[in-house]
């Protein structure tokens, strides 16, 4: 037992290190944000209660776990793009945008606090098992997914090669459940694919921007043959990656013009970023854009781009939306933040965040009667678009009167029943059937071999 003048003089040792070592994490900016007397009355609770769980709980706790854990509480009070990431979790991050990991292969983000499948990749595992977007996750192997965060729901699905992991999956609009237990593989997260139709013309798939990903653009756009009528860049179901590598692929079919324009809080936030890349493929050649609802992010920077310069003709069905900076902060202890810092801007001043990139061409995707599309602007503390209204439909929609509805019907009537799935990846199938599977690439085709797409950057130039 501590007598009480002892006790009272530990307690404030306590809480005079205790505090001394939370206003160290705080940058002098965001002190000077907040009145200071109000974030010094904050931070005495927040060094008061370490105190009261390191000399009370029952069990003595981990400071580490202590201390990541309330700093993920911070970044959960923010936006859904804003995480912690662990010394482990960084290394994994790192590895990643390098190039490859172990794991399934499917894009996740919470919406209204349940994991949700964004997108699979193309090629993996969860591609191949046939997990589609917008699916609930409820539970990784015996683990309830209730509550569960994107860091810990990546950790639990990745893991050694060959060794599995099963799913269990809800579809809300058919309320049915179903398991999946998949083999994990290496996820090489090869980023750029291509091909040449009818001999005449390109097709160029990005599937993330990775570090090599300009690289492997570069090179395809050389061995195209050089009688080319025309390209299609399909930027479909990528859900982005390195700003960095958006810029130099934009810089391809650009040259040195503006491609994207960031704004944030503070000065050296806001930058107009110039392609420093030489035009590649010729000017005086139309391209088609490809984009769905699950284009994010970089994707939608190129798509951004090409269309406000008029060097592309945008088709599909309008992008997810997710118009945000994300920079990554190390720390001295080899952990990270992943902090939204800035918003995207495209060349003539839209914002992409919550509202996307809407085609010029509108194409419904080919989904199956029970996927429910999900966009940034539905995700849970999601940054307000400058088109939106707080606690309502983004005003944006009001482009297209009646959209969603209208893209509603045309699934009851073309998608019900006799909606058929392949039953191999598109890429393996003769071109004419694939074309019977992917209305979106069909319509690109047919609008270059008929000379319906207009040039107008080649007019320019």
């Known amino acids: 037992m501590f007598s009480p003048t002892n006790s009272g003089r530990r307690r404030g040792a306590v809480l005079a290190l205790m505090l001394a070592l939370a206003l160290i994490m705080v940058p002098a900016r965001a002190a000077r944000a907040d009145s200071e007397s109000e974030l010094y009355d904050k931070l005495k609770i927040f060094s008061l209660v370490i105190y009261e769980i390191k000399s009370k709980f029952v069990e003595a706790p981990k400071d580490d776990e202590m201390i990541y854990g309330a700093i993920r509480g911070m970044l959960a009070t923010l936006d859904p793009h804003s995480s912690f990431l662990t010394p482990e979790e960084m290394k994994d991050f ?173 000065a050296d936030q806001n930058v107009s970023y110039k392609a420093d890349t030489k035009m590649e493929f010729p000017a005086r050649l139309p391209m088609v854009v490809l984009v769905n609802e699950g284009s994010a992010s970089a994707s939608e920077i190129v798509a951004g781009a090409l269309q406000d310069h008029r060097r592309a003709l945008v088709v599909g069905a309008k992008s997810f939306g997710k118009g945000s900076v994300q920079t990554i902060l190390p720390l001295p202890d080899g952990s990270g933040l992943r902090l939204t810092t800035a918003r995207f801007y495209t060349p003539s001043g839209h914002s992409i965040q919550a509202d996307g990139i809407t085609p010029d061409i509108e194409v419904p995707s080919r989904l199956p009667p029970e996927v429910e599309v999900v966009r940034e602007k539905d995700l849970d503390r999601h940054l307000i678009g400058v088109n939106e209204k707080v606690g309502g439909q983004s005003s944006a929609s009001k482009d297209m009167p009646g959209q969603s509805k209208k893209d509603d019907q045309k699934k009851d009537e073309g998608q019900g029943p006799e909606f058929e799935m392949p039953d191999r990846p598109l890429s393996e199938m003769p071109l004419p059937e694939r074309l019977k599977f992917d209305p979106q690439l069909d319509k690109a085709l047919t609008l270059l071999k008929n000379n319906q797409v207009p040039n107008k950057f080649a007019q320019r130039r």
């Open 94 to 266: 790192q590895q990643e945008t390098s190039g490859s990991f172990f794991g399934v292969g499917i894009e996740l983000t919470l919406r209204d606090g349940v994991l949700t499948v964004v997108s699979p990749i193309e090629g993996t595992p969860a591609y191949k098992a046939g997990l589609q977007s917008g699916d609930q996750i409820t539970r990784i192997d015996d683990k309830s997914t209730k509550d569960m965060g994107l860091t810990e729901a990546v950790k639990l699905i990745r893991g050694p090669k060959g060794s599995r992991v099963e799913f269990t999956i809800s579809r809300e609009k058919t309320k049915s459940l179903h398991t999946y237990s998949l083999v994990r593989d290496l996820i090489p997260m090869r980023s750029v694919r291509s091909e040449v139709f009818e001999d005449q013309y390109a097709y160029l798939r990005i599937v993330n921007f990775q570090g090599d990903t300009y690289q492997d653009a570069l090179k395809a756009l050389k061995d195209f043959p050089p009688d080319l009528k025309g390209l299609i860049l399909d930027v479909r179901n990528d859900p982005g990656g390195l700003l960095d590598q958006s810029i130099k692929i934009s810089g391809l079919f650009l040259g040195p013009e503006l491609v994207v324009e960031t704004k944030g809080r503070l």
